[in-house]
């Protein structure tokens, strides 16, 4: 009977021990899982960065090689500017593709409409968002879907150069941008 009570204990020792060393595994394994899902996420974090950087560069080098003219104190196109809107839709889709790429499924794209420093804050505020939703309406009309553009009117807030004390500097901060949000 005394062996057979010293067996006993024995199994249930070992049980205890069998039990404990299965929960600290689990609990390590959950803690490496945990490491794992952290390391993966930075991963994919990074990846996202590098692809908002990537494709915002790319944006704003086709918005300035393909910048409109607006009437002056207006928010109509001068003629001239179909195949440049054109190429801004074109550049659009090739970002789509790349920020899919990148695993990116929730994003926006921002059209931002600038004005020189010329007349009442107010008033450039307001016109630089029409010339904006101007812009933003082309390329939906061109493919780009309503749901990922939208219009952001800065006005004067930031120029490109300052001071804008010629018409050249003027003109260069009488633009808009595309950017991506994510």
């Keep these: 009977m005394k062996n057979h009570m010293v067996v006993g204990k024995t199994g249930i020792t070992v049980a205890m021990v069998a039990l404990g060393m299965l929960f600290a595994a689990g609990r390590v394994n959950a803690q490496l899982g945990g490491l794992m899902d952290k390391a993966k996420g930075a991963a994919e974090s990074g990846a996202k960065g590098k692809a908002e950087k990537e494709v915002n560069a790319k944006l704003l080098a086709e918005g300035k090689k393909n910048q409109c003219s607006f009437k002056t104190d207006s928010d109509q196109l001068m003629p001239g500017c179909d195949n440049k809107i054109k190429k801004l839709a074109d550049a659009l889709v090739d970002a789509k593709k790349r920020l899919q790429m990148a ?29 904006a939703q101007v812009i933003v309406k082309e390329l939906v009309s061109r493919g780009i879907a309503q749901s990922e553009i939208i219009a952001v009117g800065m006005g004067s807030d930031r120029p490109l150069v300052t001071p804008d004390d010629t018409p050249k500097k003027k003109a260069q901060n009488r633009r808009y941008e595309i950017q991506v949000r994510l």
């Design 103 to 131: 695993g990116v499924k929730s994003y926006k794209f921002e059209v931002s409409g600038h004005t020189d420093s010329s007349g009442k804050a107010e008033h450039n505020k307001e016109l630089s968002g029409k010339r």
